[in-house]
């Protein structure tokens, strides 16, 4: 039996896509488990295997092996994904915007007035300290 050359591998590969995403969407709404407390279960672990790739090499490896051009190269590559993400995250962010924007509103206001570079950087450190204080608040 011959074996097809790599270039039809390569074609049959990127023509799988459609089927493979959709199969991916359908994995992913036929999951009836805990998410969120299997993913938590497995912290000790990651942890572990991280440090472990660490202490034996294999993490530094990756990297060497990967040099600056080749990460480069797949980063930019992957270039479109990035658009995709922002029309994915596009919703969550307009909720989270909605809950911030009148705190914002509020906040600006009863800042100090604007003046030289001291009153200027006054005004910068009250409303750091005034988003600090609201972290968490307007997640999506």
Known sequence: MA??????????WTGSAGKATTNYQ???ESYSGDWVN????QQ???QANWLASL??????????N?????????????MANFGVGF??????????????QPFMQQAVASLPARGDITANLQRSNALAMALHAQRGNFKA
């Not at 074996?3 to 049959?12: D, M, R, T």
């Not at 299997?38 to 279960?41: A, D, E, P």
């Not at 993490?59 to 060497?64: D, E, F, K, L």
């Open 3 to 12: 074996v097809k050359p790599a270039s039809a591998w390569s074609q049959n």
């Open 26 to 28: 359908a994995g992913v």
């Open 38 to 41: 299997s993913t938590l279960s």
């Open 44 to 46: 000790a672990t990651m």
């Open 55 to 64: 202490a034996n090499g294999t993490w530094a490896n990756g990297v060497q």
């Open 66 to 78: 990967k040099t600056t051009q080749g990460w480069k190269n797949d980063t930019v590559a992957k």
């Open 87 to 100: 029309q994915a995250g596009a919703n969550r962010y307009a909720a989270a915007a909605a809950k911030l």
